[in-house]
Structure formats: structure tokens, C-alpha cells
């Protein structure tokens, strides 16, 4: 078991840095975390790993250590009811003859992005509504507080169980199918993976490096790791980032109920900033 002073050194620096709140119970989950690290690292204790990241050098393990405590399991269209609004609702929304956005480039972010399943699960999306709309113009950022993980998301290579819900069809069509030592993986291919551009992004951190609002903003599942106030700042960060009508997707164990905000709840998890 985790030490007691350990583990405060540790929720704290997390704190510190991605603004993660670890809480008083989360001993156990973080001690089980930090023991891929131990064993990548060949430490003999989590006292070591403390040691290790109070000194000079240590910050090239904290990207690594906000990475295990923070990595959940996904996989291609996670949450399905995100894609099914954005492909049924707010594209014909935008695209409309009534809509101010009818002649904008359709800009799309996702914030916490991860290992790309879900930024290239939206790519895949908006390249078959592309594909029946002649002219509409798309963008795609993604950013992760991560520069491991962003490395993997940018490989694009992903194990047969994470692309399981992705059609068979679009599959064949958006992916490469693994041989010899990569039989059983899929990788994207360059040609949709190219429309995504990566970003490392602390979105607690400095000012956002976008000079273009988005028309829809996905932050799932990331709220869950902070407190309240930590909440409601990333909330308004990520609000002042939309076109008005735009649309901000968070996670379906998530909401903003007791959070201050400016935006309107259209379904669970969707919310709209007023036009």
C-alpha cells in the first residue's frame, strides 16, 4: 500500500500540474497506476518514484505519471449518441440556407483527445457527410495534456477490439489491416489521419493556441477528475471557445448541474451556447 506522504506528494503534484483532483480515496487506483511505472523503471517502491520526480530530471517522468493516473479504456465511436446528434442534428444545422455558418469551414475539437479513437472516429464521420456534401470544407484539432499518448494518437495504429463498433465497410475504407507482426491491429489511413492536427495542450494551462472558434467542442469524460471550481474555469475556457450555437459534448457520467455557466442543456450531455 501507497505511504501516507507519498500519496499527498503525489495527489498534490498532480494537482499542481493538470489540475487532477485525486481526492483521499483514490489510494489504491493511483498505487496500482504508479506500478506500471515501477516496472518500466525497474524502482523498488513508490518512495523511489517520489524520489525520482523531486529531482531536476523529474519532469520528464510527470507527462508519464499524469498519463497513467488519468488513461481510460476507449475505443471508435465511443458514447454513439455524441456522433449520431452531430451527423443528424448540428451538421444540418450549420449547413442549412437559415444558418450563419453555412459558408464556414465546420470546425471541430477534441479536447482530450487521447489516443485518437474518438477524434478519428468524428474524422470518419465528417469524411462520409463530406463525401454527400460537394464543397464542405472540414477541420479536426485535437490536444491532449499527454505527450505520450498524443504519440500513439498520431501512429494511429489500434488492436482489432478498439475499431470492434466501426462498420465493416467503413473499416475497409478508413483502414489498413495489419500483417506479420502487426496482424490483429488496423492502422488509419494517411489520408484521413492527415486531417487531424495534434497538439500537446494543458487545458487548464496558457491561453488556447486557436485563432478560430469551433462549432463543437468534445471534453468527455475529463471532468470527472476535477473539483468544482476546476470545473467550472475549464467550462467557461472551453465555452469562450464557441461559435454562438455551438455545442460542447462532455461525457455521459457527466454533468454541469451545480456548475455556472452560460450554456443551455439540449440532451445529456450536450449542451448549447446561446446564439
Known amino acids: 500500500m501507497i505511504k501516507r506522504e507519498d500519496y499527498e506528494f503525489i495527489r498534490t503534484l498532480v494537482y499542481d500540474y493538470s489540475r487532477i483532483n485525486l481526492g483521499s480515496d483514490k489510494q489504491e487506483l493511483v ?3 504508479i506500478g506500471k511505472r515501477l ?20 519532469d520528464d517522468e510527470l507527462s508519464n505519471l499524469i498519463d497513467v493516473i488519468s488513461t481510460n479504456h476507449t475505443f471508435f465511436f465511443r458514447e454513439p449518441a455524441h456522433f449520431d446528434f452531430l451527423e443528424n442534428h448540428v451538421v444540418p444545422e450549420c449547413t442549412s440556407d437559415k444558418s450563419v455558418h ?3 469551414t465546420f470546425r471541430v475539437w477534441s479536447s482530450a483527445s487521447s489516443s485518437g479513437e474518438e477524434v478519428y472516429s468524428i474524422a470518419i464521420l465528417l469524411s462520409e457527410i463530406g463525401a454527400a456534401k460537394r464543397g ?3 477541420q479536426l484539432e485535437a490536444t491532449d495534456i499527454s505527450t505520450r499518448i498524443l504519440k500513439r494518437a498520431r501512429e494511429a495504429i489500434y488492436p482489432e477490439e478498439s475499431v470492434g463498433k466501426v ?16 496482424d490483429g491491429n488496423y492502422r488509419v489511413k494517411p489520408d484521413l489521419a492527415n486531417r487531424v492536427t495534434f497538439r500537446h495542450l494543458n487545458l ?18 475529463v471532468m470527472i477528475y476535477f473539483d468544482r471550481p476546476t470545473q467550472e474555469e475549464l467550462v467557461r475556457r ?23 455557466h452560460r450554456l443551455k442543456m439540449v440532451k445529456p450531455a450536450i449542451y448549447q451556447l446561446p446564439a
Not at 462498420?167 to 489498413?176: S, W
Not at 472551453?238 to 455551438?246: A, N, T
Request: proline fraction near 8%.
Open 204 to 221: 487548464l494551462g496558457a491561453a488556447y493556441p486557436f485563432s478560430e472558434p469551433f462549432h463543437v467542442i468534445f471534453c468527455r469524460n
Open 31 to 33: 498505487s496500482a497506476r
Open 167 to 182: 462498420r465493416p465497410e467503413l473499416i475497409k475504407k478508413y483502414f489498413q489491416k495489419g500483417v506479420g507482426p502487426q
Open 102 to 104: 453555412k459558408r464556414s
Open 238 to 260: 472551453l465555452s469562450e471557445r464557441l461559435v454562438p450555437g455551438g455545442y460542447l459534448m462532455v461525457g455521459h457520467s457527466e454533468s454541469l448541474t451545480g456548475i455556472h
Open 39 to 58: 516496472r518500466a523503471l525497474n524502482l523498488p517502491s513508490i518512495t523511489a518514484y517520489c524520489d525520482l520526480l523531486r529531482r531536476p530530471d523529474g
Open 136 to 138: 464542405w470544407q472540414w
